[in-house]
């Protein structure tokens, strides 16, 4: 039942999204796309009850309640620059907005953009082992955790690989090729610039 709610939660985030979308350049119905939109972290609030719920009525920790607190650490670091992300795309295509700003490809601004992601992906795996750690002292020490623990492993392992992929951003930089402007390469435009282009589109 977990891993089928896991899938319906994916299903759901992707079709709220669109519709969220849609309504807003599309439909023009702002406030319907906010409604749409704020209903996201409803799934994994749904999610999150179920897998307590399951594990209330003496189910044995599995992979499946690891997975879901995964999933749920996973969106909700990633969740929102997800939207964010697929809202200015929206926004050029759907409603003349300006063209999204590409993340940056060479230098110290690649080293900040991946640094950041680095530190969104800390807040999932904080999140999931959170989760999982709940979940071990609810059950006990009668029970048997161990799949709960391996997943707690697994959120640090990866949390480490992506550490350890950002940190060579940072110690081997990569160069924009001779004679490439910053903008040319990719840098982008300062974060007060594209969220005012952003918030000038979205108030068409």
Known sequence: MVVVLIIACEVGFWVLLALG????YLLKWRRTSVFLLLCEPVLELVLFAVTA???KNGAEPGWEHGLAALYIGYTVAYG???IRWLDGHAA????GGPPPVKPPR??????????ALWLRTVLGA???CALLQGAVRYVGGDGDVSSLRSFQWTALRVTGIHGLIAL???IWPKRAPAGTSSAAAGEGAPEGTRETARSATTKR
């Open 53 to 55: 719920y399951d594990l």
């Open 80 to 82: 929102h620059y997800t």
């Open 92 to 95: 050029h295509r759907l409603a």
């Open 106 to 115: 060479h230098g110290m601004p690649r080293a900040r953009h991946e640094g």
């Open 126 to 128: 904080a999140v999931a």
């Open 168 to 170: 060579t951003y940072l």
């Open 21 to 24: 979308l849609g309504a807003r």
